[in-house]
T-cell receptor, first 112, second 111 residues
């Protein structure tokens, strides 16, 4: 039973650049959420995708956008990177929006 | 959004000791999960426990939904238990599936 996978594991970008992170949900799951975790903090909700639509959004600017594909995998895009975007980005999946959520190993983004 | 408070923020134990971690939340919840974050950042599911009591080996958890708190018990702690423990809740409002996390409890277990 494949768990949640994310790629890449690490990424270094320069201020002003754009980045795309990828996530494949756990087998049997159809809902994907993205979280940002700054150092020493708990994860913060960015947005959630279900049936290829953004269903909910946290308090993040429009520079953060996403997409869900027909196979339920998802991408997180961040434009015009800022130093403050440096964080661990976590993807979580579940079934039908709710119930127990499972997290991937994360992508550690460093913006210099 | 719902507020989640975890205590204590830091806990240092010797191997073999028992511990209790607490999670208080400010509103009614649909879902409560406990996670262990390993040194590489992976969040490992420990319990999905919106109410009641569950046990899994040396770990157990209790959620008293009416009083808005949950407890995670770790018995006979081992060095591999070290890491950050997070409580996360999903409120009963319109934010279905959105988890709100506490700031975590950093557990260090010494041999």
């Amino acid at each position: 039973d494949a768990g949640v996978t994310q790629s890449p594991t690490h990424l270094i970008k320069t201020r002003g650049q754009q980045v795309t992170l990828r996530c494949s949900p756990k087998s049997g799951h159809d809902t994907v959420s993205w979280y940002q975790q700054a150092l020493g903090q708990g994860p913060q909700f960015i947005f959630q995708y279900y049936e290829e639509e953004e269903r909910q959004r946290g308090n993040f600017p429009d520079r953060f956008s996403g997409h869900q594909f027909p196979n339920y995998s998802s991408e997180l895009n961040v434009n015009a990177l800022l130093l403050g975007d440096s964080a661990l980005y976590l993807c979580a999946s579940t079934w039908r929006l709710a119930y127990e959520q499972y997290f991937g190993p994360g992508t550690r983004l460093t913006v210099t | 959004g719902i507020q989640v408070e975890q205590s204590p923020p830091d806990l240092i134990l010797q191997e073999g000791a028992n511990s209790t971690l607490r999670c208080n939340f400010s509103d009614s919840v649909n879902n409560l999960q406990w996670f262990h974050q390993n040194p590489w950042g992976q969040l490992i599911n420990l319990f999905y426990i919106p109410s009641g009591t569950k046990q899994n080996g040396r770990l157990s958890a209790t959620t008293v939904a009416t009083e808005r708190y949950s407890l995670l018990y770790i018995s006979s702690s081992q060095t591999t238990d070290s890491g950050v423990y997070f409580c996360a809740v999903e409120d009963r409002g319109s934010t279905l599936g959105r988890l709100y996390f506490g700031r975590g409890t950093q557990l260090t277990v010494w041999p």
